[in-house]
């Protein structure tokens, strides 16, 4: 049994059929899946999904996007997440964090940096309080030379400063997309985990990520769809849902060489531990 440690099933794209999609998932071999927040109105509806299935968890938080959406005003919004802090099933705050790569082409600002990087630490405390582990969204700016496609890695290093100083925190690089460099520095930290989602399965056997996936022991990964995103192969193109983190589990196992049924096994303990989550009885 797996657990889809990030989706978002709230998203309207499963409007019309999020209750089969949902049973399609635990009759696939998911056992739990936690619906992450990315705003307020996403935070809200990922609660209702918690209180309607039992085997849903959610998070709460705000996608680094809207800081720089809203500037200063939007840091007052951080404490409406409060009246959700309650809930049985929160498990995690995020996705949170600094996200660099501007959708219209335009290069980032340093001053629209500054206000991620404040919505960021707001949102780190708030979860200190709560006592929660953290899931980190990060995704680097658009390079500057047209002909490299690829993001740049420069908001990795920014987050990574920034959770050094949360040491009684614990994170999730959600969708890890980092250099095997960097990969090997969060290594080195007790209390930071990694989770891969369907875009590994876009690589070419040769990709850097599958270095990074060896050399990170499956005592550290949790696996993930971040669905309606990022479908994997052979479902790429396609609206991805939580039932098909089972090709997630697939490449890494056959990267790593390990048996489905063990890979399986570890990564599902390791959500169990990092979001706290205790079987019924
Ligand atoms: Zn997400």
């Known amino acids: 049994m797996l657990i889809e440690t990030h989706a978002h099933i709230d998203d309207k794209q499963f409007d019309t059929d999020r209750d089969e999609v949902i049973a399609r998932a635990f009759q696939g071999g998911v056992e739990k899946i936690i619906n992450i927040g990315a705003g307020l109105g996403s935070s809200q509806r990922s609660v209702v999904l918690t209180e309607k299935y039992e085997n849903i968890f959610c998070s709460i938080g705000f996608h680094p996007h809207y800081f720089m959406e809203y500037g200063e005003r939007s840091f007052d919004k951080i404490s409406q997440l409060k009246a959700l802090a309650s809930s049985k099933k929160?498990?995690?705050?995020?996705?949170?964090?600094?996200?660099?790569?501007?959708?219209?082409?335009?290069?980032?600002?340093?001053?629209?940096?500054?206000?991620?990087?404040?919505?960021?630490?707001?949102?780190?405390?708030?979860?200190?309080v709560?006592?929660?582990?953290?899931?980190?969204?990060?995704?680097?700016?658009?390079?500057?030379?047209?002909?490299?496609?690829?993001?740049?890695?420069?908001?990795?290093?920014?987050?990574?400063?920034?959770?050094?100083?949360?040491?009684?925190?614990?994170?999730?690089?959600?969708?890890?997309?980092?250099?095997l460099e960097f990969a090997e520095k969060v290594l080195k930290k007790e209390n930071m985990l990694f989770s891969f989602s369907g875009n590994i399965?876009?690589?070419?056997?040769?990709?850097?990520?599958?270095?990074?996936?060896?050399?990170?022991?499956?005592?550290?990964?949790?696996?993930?769809?971040?669905?309606?995103?990022?479908?994997?192969v052979p479902m790429r193109g396609k609206r991805?849902?939580?039932?098909?983190?089972?090709?997630?589990?697939?490449?890494?196992?056959?990267?790593k060489r390990l048996e489905i049924e063990d890979l399986a096994k570890i990564t599902t303990e390791n959500a169990k531990i990092f979001f706290g989550i205790k079987e019924a009885n």
């Open 240 to 255: 991805n849902e939580p039932s098909y983190v089972k090709y997630v589990a697939q490449k890494i196992a056959e990267t």
């Open 201 to 232: 399965t876009y690589n070419k056997p040769n990709a850097e990520i599958f270095e990074v996936l060896r050399k990170i022991p499956i005592e550290k990964i949790m696996l993930e769809t971040d669905c309606p995103y990022l479908a994997p």
């Open 90 to 128: 929160l498990v995690a705050i995020g996705e949170i964090g600094l996200d660099y790569f501007i959708p219209d082409r335009s290069v980032i600002t340093e001053e629209q940096k500054e206000l991620q990087k404040k919505g960021f630490i707001l949102q780190l405390e708030f979860a200190k």
């Open 130 to 179: 709560l006592k929660l582990p953290v899931i980190l969204h990060c995704r680097g700016s658009r390079p500057i030379a047209p002909s490299a496609y690829r993001e740049a890695k420069d908001s990795y290093e920014d987050i990574f400063e920034i959770i050094l100083n949360f040491p009684e925190l614990n994170f999730v690089w959600h969708s890890f997309g980092g250099k």
